[in-house]
């Protein structure tokens, strides 16, 4: 058990500590030890387990963990689809379509992935040293000192660092030392649920990320785990449910309800879904900072997203990546600078991800009529591959260096 001892150091003499071991966690944790930086991450749970279903991984991320040494095995667990399309809740008509695939990989020079949660997951859980990783430590308060950091742990033990990075979610208890804020419930929920791809052949014959927009809702399907599996995601108002919980589980004849009316092929893609989790969607506000003098936050700790971009998981790549070449070569007096630096390069792309995010939720639901016409216009007309380079063509690295 770690207790007010010095920790390993990194090339620069730095004591890094990482508060939770997700995404965000795991690949600050991957990114600073190919930096030669030690970190010691801290993580909650007792059993280490990523849950969830798909993650959509854009070129803005996969060109960063295939630096990071991930492509090799990120090629063997994930799907590169052709395309993704979006689609009419009632006649399955095409709204609007952007190729993916070899054009993707070509013009961004990174591929489009979709993947299990669990084996992105996995594969930066055994890229990284299984000393740094302490589970079962749940972070309960964090101090600020003159010269570096307290964490106290629930279990009465404390850790002293020259910077913490919470990536603890959208709970995070580091976040708290920043803002007294709370998470905003959007109004909807999101039943999730995996399907064996043999059982929908036709999902598999042309792999792409099928999206269907209705009147309050809408569904999204796609291969994962090198199309062993369909992820499916599928939103409807939350009513009186407000749990937050991804281990949450819901009723997939209540789904199916909440479906009905809808074309044939998501009805055949949602009869075959035979257990789903379901959980409220929260997001919180944008941050007005993200930093103290030693103290950060990344990923859904920092910008808890909706999920109506599929760019949270992405987001909290890139800025793992980031916060990695802020620190880079940083003496420990040199902390809060390199802090502020990440911070004033992060903050306005995942404010403007997270607004996105939250204007997705509206225009995705739109009931039948004039305004759904208006949004439908204009997904025909913005939807080619070109037209993404804001987002996929995105380096953060080379965004840092730049400034």
């Known amino acids: 058990m770690i207790q007010n001892r010095t920790p390993s150091l990194g090339r620069n003499g730095v004591r890094i500590a990482v508060v939770g071991a997700g995404i965000a966690g795991l690949t600050a944790a991957l990114s600073l030890s190919r930096a030669g930086m030690r970190c010691e991450v801290f993580e909650q749970t007792r059993n280490l387990r990523e849950v969830g279903a798909g993650v959509q991984l854009a070129p803005n991320a996969t060109r960063l963990l295939h630096r990071l040494g991930l492509g090799r095995r990120l090629s063997q667990v994930a799907v590169r689809p052709s395309a993704v399309e979006m689609r009419s809740w009632d006649e399955n008509q095409l709204l609007g379509r952007t190729e993916l695939g070899d054009a993707c990989e070509e013009l961004y020079d990174a591929p489009y992935y979709t993947v299990h949660r669990a084996d992105l997951h996995q594969a930066l859980l055994s890229s990284i040293d299984n000393n740094v990783l302490h589970i079962g430590r749940r972070c309960v308060g964090v101090e600020e000192l003159p010269e570096g950091v307290r964490l106290r742990f629930e279990d009465g033990s404390t850790y002293e660092a020259d910077v913490v990075i919470g990536t603890d ?11 007294a804020d709370e998470p905003t419930f959007s109004g909807q929920s ?16 042309d792999p792409k990320v099928r999206l269907w927009f209705g009147p309050d809702q809408h569904c999204v399907c796609y291969p994962v785990s090198a199309g062993r599996w369909i992820s ?152 080619s591959l070109r037209e993404q380079a804001w987002l996929y063509g995105y380096d953060a690295e080379s965004a840092f260096l730049a400034t």
């Open 169 to 179: 979610g959208i709970h995070s208890v580091v976040r708290d030392t920043l803002a």
């Open 190 to 205: 999101i039943y999730r649920g995996l399907v064996p791809a043999d059982q929908l052949p036709f999902l598999m014959e």
């Open 232 to 383: 499916v995601g599928a939103t409807a108002p939350a009513g009186d449910w407000s749990v937050e919980s991804w281990t949450a589980q819901g009723r997939a004849e209540e789904l199916l309800e909440t479906y009905q009316g809808w074309n044939d092929e998501v009805l055949t893609v949602l009869k075959s879904v035979r257990s789903v989790g379901r959980w409220a969607l929260h997001d919180r506000d944008p941050l007005t900072r993200w930093s103290t003098r030693r103290t950060t936050v990344a990923g859904d700790a920092a910008h808890p997203m909706l999920p109506f971009q599929a760019q949270g998981a992405n987001q909290a790549i890139e800025d793992a990546v980031v916060l990695t070449a802020a620190l880079q070569g940083v003496q420990p007096d040199g902390i809060p600078d390199a802090l502020a630096r990440y911070e004033r390069i992060r903050r306005p792309r995942t404010d403007g991800l997270q607004q996105l995010s939250r204007a997705n939720s509206r225009s995705f639901h739109l009931s039948d009529g004039e305004g759904q016409r208006e949004r439908d216009l204009v997904l025909a007309g913005t939807q």
